[in-house]
């Protein structure tokens, strides 16, 4: 209960109210005894002992009868040194042992005291010691310099005590008052606090429930209706918000259910958090399925922890066969609220019915092909022999130069048909074994320099780094390095430059074809490395181009673990680059 705030509150009124009052009355107390004590002596010297005063009993010392005249003087002046029943004066011998007068019936021993012990010697004692219990003034009465008699005024201090202690008993009381005006003061102003905060309280206990409804009432213009007014907008906010979210989550809920891709999403620890009936058809599993039974059952080898640390622009791809279907999974991570890694979301697609039709395609691509061999051989056969034969001046002899042209194209074609589908249908196995793979770039290079120079370019070698131990299949790679070096040849104008460099660099060879040509425009640039696809189909024609060189340029290098990459700017050149592994023999 007195951990609440308005207990605080109360306690804060009270204790400031005691700290006030205790303040107040020890000063007030301080002053009353200060002022009596400095009361006493100012008082006695400058109204009671005047000089004239002083002189009469020091003319009264040295009549006949000394004692009785003294005492005389000192009652007559009892007013002035405010003789009561608290102050008493006294009339001493010289050396003030004996007690000759006083304004007492029985005065009793005088106690020697620093002002009495003054003046016996002759000077006047008034010192005021607060902390004695008593007040005392001693004035010297003297006869040509020789003290006769002592006048000795004490003041017991007992008017003192009872003022201070009445003083001290309304102070007491008023602490007591002020106390109890202070809780109820605080009692009020606690509550006029308290209750907008308890108010806030129960809105805040009923929005951790998902109650928005409920509008708290404000009362005032102060810091706490501002608060509640603040408070009521927030909920509101919030309501709106949830409502909003709900909506999307709904909408998105409604869209993932309908799709025909499966969609299966897991957070950072490989906890299943949703999943659309699509990807419980494909892949059949549980609910609540963690990420690695997901892969396991799947029979696919990767672990959350990989995903975790890649780019978030990055998506892994992987294809596997589940209950006769051949399946294409995505898995991409996603960031949380805090821009940090907050799991992986996996995209299922049945890609079985692709699949087949891309087989079907490859085996007609592969079967034509082989078909086209015997009659265009037969094609060019006949043209060459008839060539042969024909007058080379007659008209015909164009047409049949022609037809032993565009024959010699579609064996081109064929030929890198041919090629793909091996390919594809992994038919071609690589006969690896170690070689310089500097050497070989650069036997490339010269093999071409001779047309390059025809064409009026300039076409340069240079070596970086040792790349004398590459592990791949030499044949393969003069394919490669000849279709890359020779589009570069192809699309750069008379004037231009192809510069080829290899090298190698920690664990990766690389060779990279830089030229000052024609480019290739943006837009063209993913679609590069597709299959019969021509940037400038008339000059590609023109030059002898089949569309296929760089799709087989890819696969071959991919068949070797490495990648290869274009970059271009149209009007300024291109620049192809090719990575592979260095592997260990």
């Not at 002596?41 to 000394?66: G, H, I, R």
């Not at 082989?370 to 007058?391: G, N, Q, W």
Request: proline fraction near 2%; hydrophobic fraction near 40%.
């Amino acid at each position: 209960m007195f951990k609440s705030i308005q207990w605080k509150i109360i306690a804060i009124f009270l204790l400031l109210t005691l700290f006030v009052m205790i303040v107040v009355g020890t000063f007030l107390l301080q002053n009353i005894s200060a002022y009596y004590h400095d009361d006493f002596a100012t008082t006695l010297s400058a109204q009671a002992f005047t000089p004239s005063v002083c002189a009469e009993l020091d003319a009264a010392s040295k009549n006949a009868d000394p004692v009785g005249e003294i005492t005389e003087i000192m009652n007559i002046y009892s007013v002035r040194m405010m003789i009561d029943s608290y102050r008493n004066y006294y009339l001493l011998s010289s050396d003030g042992a004996e007690v000759l007068s006083s304004s007492l019936a029985e005065p009793g021993e005088v106690l020697l005291t620093p002002n009495l012990i003054s003046a016996m010697d002759g000077q006047v004692g008034k010192e005021i010691d607060r902390s004695a219990s008593f007040m005392d003034y001693a004035y010297p009465i003297t006869d040509g310099g020789e003290v006769r008699y002592i006048a000795y005024i004490m003041d017991s201090k007992d008017e003192l005590y009872d003022i201070t202690r009445n003083i001290f008993i309304n102070i007491l009381w008023a602490l007591v008052f002020g106390l109890l005006i202070s809780a109820f003061l605080g009692l009020i102003l606690s509550r006029t606090i308290i209750m907008p905060i308890s108010n806030l309280q129960i809105k805040a206990e009923q929005l951790s429930e998902g109650v928005f409804g409920h509008r708290i009432e404000v009362r005032s213009r102060d810091e706490i209706g501002r608060l509640t007014l603040a408070f009521n907008e927030m909920a509101s906010r919030i309501d709106k918000s949830l409502s909003d979210i709900s909506a999307e989550k709904n909408k998105v809920e409604a869209i993932l259910s309908q799709m025909t891709d499966g969609i299966v999403a897991f957070d950072q620890s490989g906890e299943m958090i949703h999943s659309n009936n699509a990807a419980k058809e494909l892949a059949g599993f549980e609910e609540g399925i963690t990420f690695d039974g997901f892969v396991k059952q799947l029979g696919i080898s990767l672990t959350i922890e990989q995903l975790t640390y890649l780019d978030r622009n990055r998506v892994v791809e992987k294809e596997t066969e589940v209950k006769g279907r051949i399946v294409r999974l995505l898995f991409a991570p996603y960031a949380d609220e805090a821009d940090k890694n907050g799991g992986t979301v996996v995209v299922m697609q049945d890609i079985t019915k692709q699949t087949k039709l891309d087989m079907a395609r490859r085996e007609f691509v592969a079967n034509v092909s082989h078909e086209l061999r015997t009659p265009i051989t037969t094609i060019k056969s006949y043209a060459e022999t008839i060539l042969d034969m024909a007058d080379e001046n007659a008209p015909e002899t164009n047409f049949l130069k022609v037809i032993d042209s565009e024959a010699d194209r579609m064996t081109r074609i064929v030929t890198d048909l041919l090629s793909l589908s091996k390919l594809d249908n992994s038919a071609t196995a690589l006969d690896k074994k170690v070689f310089d793979l500097s050497l070989l770039t650069e036997s490339v290079v010269k093999k071409l320099e001779i047309n390059a120079n025809n064409l009026g370019l300039t076409l340069s070698f240079r070596k970086e780094g040792d790349a004398s131990l590459f592990y791949g299949d030499k044949d393969r790679m003069e394919q490669v390095i000849t279709n890359i070096v020779s589009n570069a040849v192809k699309y750069t104008p008379s004037g231009g430059k192809v510069e080829v460099v290899c090298g190698a660099e920690y664990t990766q060879a690389y060779i990279r074809v830089s030229d000052n040509g024609i480019g290739i425009p943006d837009k063209d640039l993913p679609r590069i490395f597709e299959r019969f696809y021509r940037v400038d189909k008339a000059r590609s024609r023109e030059s002898g181009g089949t569309g296929l060189g760089l799709a087989i340029a890819k696969e071959l290098v991919e068949m070797h673990g490495g990648k290869i990459d274009i970059k271009s700017r149209e009007g300024k050149g291109t620049s192809v680059t090719i990575t592979l592994p260095m592997i260990n023999v």
